[in-house]
């Protein structure tokens, strides 16, 4: 649904805008067309957001940023006012021509640092609350995990020679949840349930097929299997045991030996609804760019195939890319645990 269509079918072209502060310069519309493309990448989880920007530079009077400088961003459609897209930090600079053109690359500025400083640590007897609170505290940042993950006792785990980066990324995986940094907060939330660090839940957007270029729909067979085994050691009786997530018809067996029954029904419980929500993909590139989409923002599509229509989704990547004359959005989708639609 390009501007074209649009001017055919009656509505007049919609026009991007954008502010760009960098080292000092201000970059919009109003103060020249310099932009030839933009692209932010809004990831899920510990991975660092991306900013990727071409500027024109025919006049020379662009400064050449260093590494390091803060870029902050806001997006949005002329006449509808900007919204902010956050700050990011300047990691490589490429000057080329002619024509000559600026290219730079930034990463989220939260997740610039990337948690740093590997430490050894065993962590024992203590609650997933204290755990994201004690690494917030390190880094400056402020833990925000949410109620259904926070009370979780973990009865022992080892950050052997390891960033706290690596560790989070490994204790979400444990939790089935998704740790983040986002506006100097630590987030650690349930994965897949689209509700805030506080427990407060996301409401859904609404995506109709006429908002669409191009989309995609894979779905594999998520019967395959029916539920997940994890062993522990009773070492009471000393025998190894068996905990079971879901149906014993056609099981997935994890490969680890955890030390209770409680870590490995944890592990079980996480694995199979991981299984659940990985049965089935949706991506679509939105014709009008929609700035105020997130990850973890759960969506109900119209138009499509009842299947599709009928599955609750959650937005795992949004990809802005903007120019001076088109703005569009690319949303991945997985399938939202444990939903059921609204009438």
Do not use: C
Request: no cysteine; proline share 4%.
């Amino acid at each position: 649904m390009t501007a074209w269509f649009l001017q055919q079918q009656g509505r007049p072209a919609r026009v991007p805008s954008y502010d760009i502060s960098l080292a000092g310069q201000r970059i919009s519309p109003e103060l020249g067309a310099r932009l030839q493309s933009l692209r932010l990448t809004d990831n899920r989880g510990l991975e660092a957001d991306q900013l990727d920007i071409v500027l024109e530079d025919h006049d020379g009077r662009l400064d050449l940023p260093t590494r390091g400088a803060e870029l902050r961003l806001a997006l949005g459609w002329k006449g509808d006012g900007l919204i902010d897209r956050g700050t990011y930090i300047v990691d490589e600079v490429e000057h080329s021509g002619a024509p000559d053109t600026l290219t730079i690359r930034a990463r989220s500025a939260d997740m610039r640092k990337d948690l740093p400083g590997k430490r050894s640590q065993s962590w024992d007897k203590i609650t997933v609350r204290d755990i994201i609170t004690t690494i917030a505290e390190r880094h400056d940042l402020e833990p925000k995990v949410s109620e259904g993950l926070a009370g979780i006792r973990v009865r022992h785990i080892d950050q052997t020679d390891e960033s706290d980066l690596h560790f989070l990324t490994r204790l979400a995986e444990r939790y089935d949840a998704v740790a983040t940094v986002k506006a100097g907060n630590l987030l650690f939330i349930a994965a897949g349930q689209a509700t805030t660090a506080g427990g407060t839940e996301i409401p859904p957007i609404q995506l109709y097929r006429q908002v669409g270029d191009t989309h995609r729909y894979s779905v594999t067979d998520r019967d395959a299997y029916t539920g997940v085994k994890a062993f522990w050691n009773d070492t009471a009786g000393a025998e190894r045991k068996i905990v079971i997530a879901g149906e014993t018809e056609n099981l997935k067996s994890l490969r680890p030996t955890y030390a209770s029954e409680n870590d490995a029904l944890v592990a079980a419980s996480a694995e199979w609804q991981r299984l659940q929500r990985g049965g089935a993909e949706f991506s679509l590139e939105l014709a009008e760019g929609r700035p105020d989409l997130y990850p973890e923002t759960p969506v109900w599509l119209i138009g499509w195939k009842p299947q599709i229509d009928a599955t609750p989704w959650l937005i795992t990547e949004v990809v802005h890319t903007l120019n001076e004359s088109a703005y569009t959005t690319e949303l991945t989708m997985e399938v939202k645990f444990n939903s059921t639609r609204a009438s």
